[in-house]
């Protein structure tokens, strides 16, 4: 695959899951999922934005500058401390859209973390080091979204490890 090809696929990957995002934080009723949902919507929003410049880079000179890519994504430590205001709420009413969403979202998740991993094995220079770093940061989405599932499924699960044991 070509870089092009996989900047370019990388922006539907990217796209498909913002969308996923926005339409879970409109149609969330919790503020605090609704918040969760916006930040994983503009973080992805922040990684089309620079996709589609190294994209209109490489299409005017035929090479690409890796900027620095930071993920506008609040640590994962306050993702811990939203999910923990959710616990109460989550448990309440029925939760079966938010709990589709975040399934659907976790599943584009892995398939973007994995076609970057394979870019990263893949391509070479700019390329190699361009996408290393969207899959560090894919990989912190993938634990957010599970995170939050976790708590909305009460499956008894806080970052991989086992809440409560009924043994």
């Known amino acids: 695959m070509t870089l092009e090809e996989a900047i370019k696929t990388a922006l539907d990957y990217e796209t498909r899951v913002c969308q996923i995002y926005r339409k879970a934080a409109d149609s969330t009723l919790d503020p605090t999922g609704r918040r969760i949902f ?3 919507g503009d973080d ?3 990684h089309i934005k620079y996709l589609e410049s190294r994209l209109k880079q490489w299409q005017d000179t035929g090479k690409i500058t890796v900027e620095k890519l930071d993920s506008t994504l609040a640590r ?3 993702i811990a401390a939203e999910a923990e205001k959710l616990k109460k709420p989550m448990q309440q009413p029925d939760r079966t ?3 589709q969403m975040l399934s659907k979202a976790l599943k584009v998740e892995i398939e973007t973390s994995n076609f970057y ?5 893949e391509l070479t220079d700019e390329g190699r080091q361009m996408f290393a770093r969207f899959l560090k940061i894919e990989e912190n989405h993938i634990n957010a979204v599970q995170t939050e599932l976790d708590y909305i499924s009460g499956s008894g699960y806080w ?3 086992k809440e409560f044991d009924m043994e």
């Open 76 to 78: 994962i430590n306050l």
């Open 159 to 161: 970052f991989d490890f």
């Open 97 to 99: 859209d938010e709990k």
């Open 38 to 40: 916006k930040m994983l």
């Open 44 to 46: 992805e929003q922040h």
């Open 117 to 121: 991993e394979k870019m990263v094995g």
